[in-house]
């Protein structure tokens, strides 16, 4: 399959008419200046170096290369279907009690360090996903509000 992505900048291609209006207007210019100047073998002979076809051949190939520039800004494209695609994702806040009780040792080390490593696993799992972190020990404190940047919400858990 191919298309061009941005059709409507085919419409600089209007500048290559006006190229060659102003390449003709300038080419006759020119001409009518030489023979006022005088005798056109004599010119010639003052003018080796200078080559009329060379000139053509310049203006043609700049000519193409504004066209080939117009098609490059059209981006043309091929070989790949686009279709829309809707992504899931969720945003996980990480909620993490960090009163004096959490510091009972009833479990090794104590609840508060296992509840840390048992949040720093999962926001490790989560990678990909929006993730906040809320601390709380009476009140609630927003510690991380809900972002893409795991590093900062594994951060602030340690």
């Given at each position: 399959m191919?298309?061009?992505?941005?059709?409507?900048?085919?419409?600089?291609l209007?500048?290559?008419?006006?190229?060659?209006?102003v390449?003709?207007?300038?080419?006759?210019?020119?001409?009518?200046?030489?023979?006022?100047?005088?005798?056109?073998?004599?010119?010639?002979?003052?003018?080796?170096?200078?080559?009329?076809?060379?000139?053509?051949?310049?203006?043609?190939?700049?000519?193409?290369s504004v066209?080939?520039?117009?098609?490059?800004?059209?981006?043309?494209?091929?070989?790949?279907?686009?279709?829309?695609?809707?992504?899931?994702s969720?945003?996980?806040?990480?909620a993490?009690?960090?009163?004096l009780?959490m510091?009972?040792?009833?479990i090794?080390?104590n609840?508060?360090?296992r509840?840390?490593?048992?949040?720093?696993?999962?926001?490790?799992?989560?990678?990909?996903?929006?993730?906040?972190?809320i601390?709380?020990?009476g009140?609630?404190?927003?510690?991380?509000?809900?972002?893409?940047?795991?590093?900062?919400?594994?951060?602030?858990?340690?």
């Amino acid at each position: 399959m191919f298309r061009f992505e941005h059709i409507d900048h085919f419409v600089l291609l209007f500048i290559i008419p006006l190229m060659i209006i102003v390449f003709l207007l300038a080419y006759w210019n020119t001409r009518k200046r030489m023979k006022k100047m005088g005798d056109s073998s004599l010119i010639q002979r003052l003018m080796g170096s200078f080559s009329e076809s060379k000139r053509r051949i310049k203006f043609l190939l700049l000519l193409l290369s504004v066209a080939f520039i117009v098609v490059a800004f059209a981006n043309p494209q091929w070989g790949y279907k686009e279709e829309k695609v809707k992504l899931k994702s969720s945003e996980v806040f990480v909620a993490l009690d960090i009163s004096l009780s959490m510091l009972a040792q009833d479990i090794s080390p104590n609840r508060l360090e296992r509840a840390k490593r048992f949040a720093q696993r999962l926001v490790r799992n989560l990678r990909g996903e929006k993730i906040g972190l809320i601390l709380f020990a009476g009140n609630a404190y927003l510690q991380v509000p809900i972002t893409n940047d795991v590093t900062a919400v594994e951060l602030f858990l340690k």
